[in-house]
């Protein structure tokens, strides 16, 4: 059964204060959660970062607050977290479910604005304006998302896994590997006018290369460049990037079907 696609939400809003880490998250639980009780110090859930969270998923998220970069200013910084819990992330992944990320940092900014406005003593921290590496990041996440899903769950048992992402402020490089194939993708991002393209390239074991992006123009008889992106694509790297890797991934799993088919 094809189940209806959704869409998982991500996001974090940052406070400054005096008050402690359990003294926030009593407020901040009152305030936006019900009452909920923030609680579980002790199971370190980041690790060596003090945190605490709502033991109960709300809407299919879960809830952190945990302490932050304060950059050497005076009192507490503490980071409020939501992303899918646990359980319901497995959930869509068990049962094939399509899904696109949506980021809520502002919206977590104006709940926190909102629901501490009478609490003078909590600073909500304007969130940090976003660069082309964020972004590019979100965009890598989609690709390695999709292909794992091609060749390691649905489709091939032998298929690629995911090797490594290099990313910097103007380019994105993804590769996924098994021992006889090599798949490189990458994004080069140039001037804002003109559009990108992803390169993607199969690398066989006796050293023969071939890259898809042409592959894919031969086949449909056209002159544009194949996967061909505008600019916009940093604005919506869950969406507009979603399904460009959707299509990569499925064009590349064609592709190498055919190559062990001869």
Known sequence: MKHPGITEVYGSAAVRT???????????????????????????????????????PILGSLVILGRGNNQGMPGNCFVLKVSPWGDFDRYIYKNKISNRRLSQDNTLYHL????????????????????????LFKLADRVVYHFEKRF??????????????????????????????KIVCSL??????????????????????????????????????????SPILLEDPEGLG????????????????????E
């Open 112 to 135: 926190l604005k909102f629901g501490l406005q009478n609490f003078p003593e909590v600073e909500v921290l304007e969130p940090d304006s976003k660069n082309d590496k964020d972004y």
């Open 188 to 229: 080069s991002l140039h001037h804002l006018d003109t559009p990108w393209a992803f390169q993607v390239k199969i690398i066989l074991a006796q050293g023969a290369e071939f890259e898809l992006n042409k592959w894919k123009a031969e086949g449909a008889e056209s002159d544009q460049e194949a996967y061909e992106v």
């Open 152 to 181: 390691n769950y649905d489709e091939d048992p032998s298929g690629l896994f995911f090797d490594e992402s290099i990313i910097n402020k103007t380019a994105l490089k993804i590769s996924f590997s098994n021992v006889a194939y």
């Open 18 to 56: 005096s008050l402690s880490l359990e003294e926030t998250a009593k407020i901040i639980s009152k305030q936006l959660f019900g009452g909920m009780p923030f609680g579980g110090k002790e199971k370190s859930i980041w690790e060596e970062v003090p945190a605490v969270y709502i033991n109960t």
């Open 242 to 261: 979603d399904a460009l890797a959707m299509t990569i991934a499925g064009d590349t799993f064609v592709f190498y079907r055919e190559i062990k088919a």
